[in-house]
């Protein structure tokens, strides 16, 4: 509204995943889909992050005209970690803070939370890895139930208003000894070789720069089947996707994915450079 009173000549923006696709109540689900409405008819382009995202925004109304798909891009050259050196920062992350857990607001070196860490990393279990903040969409929950099926330890970076709910989870299903919730830690991608396996299960997405980080990491990756998730992993060919909202169905790919492990490398369709690309040309058309 302000680009227009402005007389911007053109007003593009991105929809990283449309709010109407999110398990809300049907009430809410309209009135977010009558603001998408509203604000497609006063720009110029929409772009999606996803091919699904546009094809959710046509079948809302919006105009076809208007979508454009330009997927999320990456640079590829991310400042990893070596899986040992990673391995050591964790551990030693854990370590301190277990022994210093009484002091509140503790953070120590590797930025790791002393209030949030749950167990110790583990140093012979399978390891896996998930970057998440703690809200519904996320499917952590999930990802906790099934690790009562997973011979491994999982280890989540990440925090947020859930983080209370999850632990009480984790208490429930005694499960202290096998998931550890570290907080947030700064510039978590480099630690991503640490994880054997890295795991997304999320209810809902637009396009996961975590999962496109995981990629250029080349670990396994197990997602579940929702939003642009299915145009990164192809499920048997470079991880494997479960059915959303579904633990039993997560537990077998992730058990899978331990086993049979499945080459993943970033597709230059994710890069930085062909993001970039695409949405030059785009401003130009």
């Known amino acids: ?42 720009v110029d382009r929409i772009i999606a992050v ?68 749950s167990t110790l990393l583990p140093r012979n279990d399978k390891i896996i890895g998930c970057i998440a903040n703690f809200y519904r969409t996320k499917g952590l929950d999930i990802l ?33 000894d096998k998931i550890t919730l570290a907080g947030q830690i700064p510039n978590a991608s480099q630690y991503l070789k640490a994880f054997d396996l890295f795991v997304l299960p999320s209810r809902k997405e637009g396009l996961s720069y975590t999962l496109l980080e995981a990629q250029a990491a080349q670990i396994r990756i197990v997602a579940t089947k929702v939003g642009g998730t299915p145009e990164i992993i192809q499920d048997n060919v470079n991880g494997y996707l479960a059915e959303s909202n579904n633990a039993d169905d997560l537990a077998n790919k992730i058990n899978l994915a331990i086993k049979k492990p499945l080459a993943s490398n970033l597709a230059n369709d994710f890069t930085l450079e062909k993001m970039l690309e695409k949405t030059q040309a785009m401003y130009q058309s």
């Not at 227009?4 to 809410?28: D, M, Q, R, S, W």
């Not at 854990?94 to 860490?117: D, F, P, W």
């Open 50 to 117: 996803s091919e699904y995202d546009k094809q959710t925004g046509i079948k809302a109304s919006i105009s076809d005209s208007k979508l454009i798909a330009i997927h999320n891009g990456i640079n590829p050259n991310i400042d990893f970690l070596t899986k040992k050196n990673a391995l050591v920062s964790l551990r030693e992350g854990s370590s301190t803070l277990q022994a210093t857990k009484q002091s509140h607001g503790y953070r120590n070196e590797h930025g790791i939370a002393a209030s949030v860490v």
């Open 1 to 42: 509204m302000t680009a227009k009173a402005c007389k911007v000549p053109k007003i593009i923006y991105t929809a990283h995943g449309f709010v109407f696709n999110e398990p809300l109540y049907p009430v809410v689900k309209w009135i977010y889909k009558q603001a998408e409405l509203f604000n497609a008819k006063r």
């Open 144 to 176: 906790i139930d099934a690790m009562a099926k997973v011979d491994a330890h999982l280890f989540i970076i990440g925090d947020g208003q859930l983080r209370e709910n999850l632990e009480a989870q984790i208490q429930k299903h005694d499960l202290q």
